[in-house]
Nanobody, 123 residues
Framework: QVQLVESGGGLVQPGGSLRLSCAAS????????MGWYRQAPGKQRELVAH???????NYADSVMGRFTITRDNTKNTVYLQMNSLKPEDTAVYYC?????????????????WGQGTQVTVSS
């Protein structure tokens, strides 16, 4: 059973920083893309950033230059360093991973989601 566990959310003042972490565990064979999405109240879930197993990254325009996504392939973990936070960054942040796992002799490729972590930017 594959699980994604996020940590690092919380309350921060505008201009502050937070670092989110997401660790994937289970019978994982390979993780292709790991990413962060967010969903604010009344809005659709949107991509924040993602990173491939080769290290290529992609960011939403709204976070470009402020957020940095990295991953540690030895730990199956992805990080999101968030700097210069704004009130509009307030949302539940979800980790996502496209990966291959193995169970009962078969291989499965699918996308997994974490449970979400709340980020609130407010004075």
């Amino acid at each position: 059973q594959v699980q994604l566990v996020e940590s690092g959310g919380g309350l921060v003042q505008p201009g502050g920083s937070l670092r989110l972490s997401c660790a994937a565990s289970g019978n994982i064979v390979r993780i292709n893309v790991m990413g962060w999405y967010r969903q604010a109240p009344g809005k659709q879930r949107e991509l924040v950033a993602h990173i491939t197993d080769g290290g290529s990254t992609n960011y939403a325009d709204s976070v470009m230059g402020r957020f940095t996504i990295t991953r540690d392939n030895t730990k199956n973990t992805v990080y999101l360093q968030m700097n210069s936070l704004k009130p509009e960054d307030t949302a539940v942040y979800y980790c996502n991973a496209d990966l291959m796992s193995r169970a009962t002799g078969a291989y499965y490729s699918r996308s997994y989601w974490g449970q979400g972590t709340q980020v609130t930017v407010s004075s």
